[in-house]
């Protein structure tokens, strides 16, 4: 199982969070460091990050081993990082596990899953939770460079996802997908309220 590569999406200023979301800390550790941590422990052989804003910082703060892959059009949009990232994974691998640094509750046991799929023969596997479509994601790379092409502005892999829907194979994973785009965002995560 897995000659698999992971990537994450972390090269945003996090405008409304204050500074980049890499480097904001969550249970003691950075997105960046949580997010790689996830990749690898889901068995991704080697992790790419894409950084932009706060690259330096990011870097010199990391814990976490990874391959960095600056972007210097980040603000241009997220497809500019998914291109950049997609591009620089070695040809060695036959695919790679996409997810975004803002979402710290993301399971490396739904990276396991998405490579699991991969090894059965999935060529784009998506995760699930509660039947709504999210990240992390799965492409083998014989769909890399489509899916560079149709990427555009905020707009990832999308585009090629609804063109291609008889390639996706959802696969349910456990873990909760929100996204940490402000503080509040995080404090809710850190200190639930009681239900």
Known sequence: MGNTAGLVLAAGAGRRFGQPKALVQYD???????????????????????????????????????TPVLNRRWGQG????????????????????????????????????????????????????????????YFAREHLDAIADGATGDRGARDFIAANPGLVREVACPGDPIDVDTPADLAAIQHPSPA
């Open 78 to 137: 997220l497809s500019t990082s998914l291109k950049a990232g997609l591009a620089a994974v070695p040809a060695r691998y036959e695919g790679v596990v996409v997810t975004l640094v803002d979402q710290p509750r993301i399971e490396a046991e739904a990276v396991r899953l998405l490579v699991a799929a991969a090894a059965e023969g999935a060529t784009v596997a998506i995760a699930t939770y509660e039947g709504r479509r999210g990240h992390p994601m």
């Open 28 to 66: 003691g550790r950075s997105l960046l460091d949580r997010a790689v941590a996830t990749l690898r422990g889901g068995g991704c052989r080697q992790v790419l990050a894409v950084l932009g804003a706060g690259a330096e910082q990011a870097l010199s703060a990391a814990t976490e081993a990874f």
